[in-house]
């Protein structure tokens, strides 16, 4: 080796040591990615920073606190503050997706990165069985596997700034010069990470807000279109009832023109508040099922192409013709069937009880 390629070598940083870092690159790049990417889409959602309606965080904790372990954190604490809740993390998400793909404070952020998989497996995917149709347990080790190695040097921020930054003179750092360096403490350094990462996340944060909040204000009608909602009122006695009636038990789902129109309608058990899906299948045939997926809670719709029920947050697919049976998806847990009555007459649906 030549002296010039010598003194070239030692202006740059030592590089990562083998295949068994390099090796960790990728799971960096989509761990990293994936969560950047998950807290920019909650900002962006305009329906998820709401304590209700489909999609919402608020909706979601409701549906995670039916058979999640740790529900007693989840009515006592989370469901009190809903919108901070999803703010916050959305905003960890994006902390931990850029300090992992920069390299700065990475062991914290893989071992944050551990934490956060591990609560959303015991709350979001906890109702998911067998465990390996889950994503978060997954998630958990890879991130695991990040704040054991360490990133090892490789595609570092602080690697980078070190090949780029001024090269040592040719003759070396003279005695005086070496006297007047300060070095950079590790407490310093990691205060000047820790600010420059808090300023990114709020560069990178604060327009999506914005724009989630801007869609949120502007565009309810398309909330109501994707989801509609019909209202529950008692029917109210009829002043001439005909002969031989009897006054329908329970409270109105749908009515018969609703039904046979649209085909499917949305409205809300009164006994627990739950949206319930009602359902025509057939001429003489019409179901209801409590629409809270048994996977994460969000809301299932009905399909009129596929004739199923399916979730639009992780694709559960249920069979609204046998029972609500699973069809597919992260969850073996049928839908809950609504029992029900059909005026023969107005084709309305009311609760048996």
Known sequence: MSIRQTRRAEERPDPPHGIAT????????????TFLYAGLYKLLDSGFLASSGVDSIGQQLHGFALDSPLAFLINGIALRAPLLVGLGMALLEIVIGLATLSGWLFRLSAAMGTAVALLFWLTASWAT???????DLPYAAGWLTLALAGDGGAWTLERWLAVTGPPRPRGGYSRTALRKQVPVSVERRRFLQLVGLGAATLLVAGPSFVIGRIAAATGPTATVTRLPTITTPTPAPSSAPSQGSTAQPGTLLAKGAD???????????????????VIKLSRS??????????HAGCTVQYDPTSATMICPCHGAQFDPAHQGRVMGGPTDQPLTVIPIRVDPK????????
């Open 285 to 294: 045939s019409v179901v209801a099922f409590d629409a809270v997926c048994t």
């Open 346 to 353: 107005t084709g309305d649906v009311t609760t048996t009880t």
């Open 259 to 277: 039904i046979a129109s649209a085909g499917s309608v949305m409205a809300v058990d009164p006994a627990t508040g739950d949206p319930v899906l």
């Open 129 to 135: 069985k067998p465990y390996f149709l889950g994503a």
């Open 22 to 33: 390099a090796a960790l690159v990728p799971l960096r790049v989509f761990l990293g990615g």
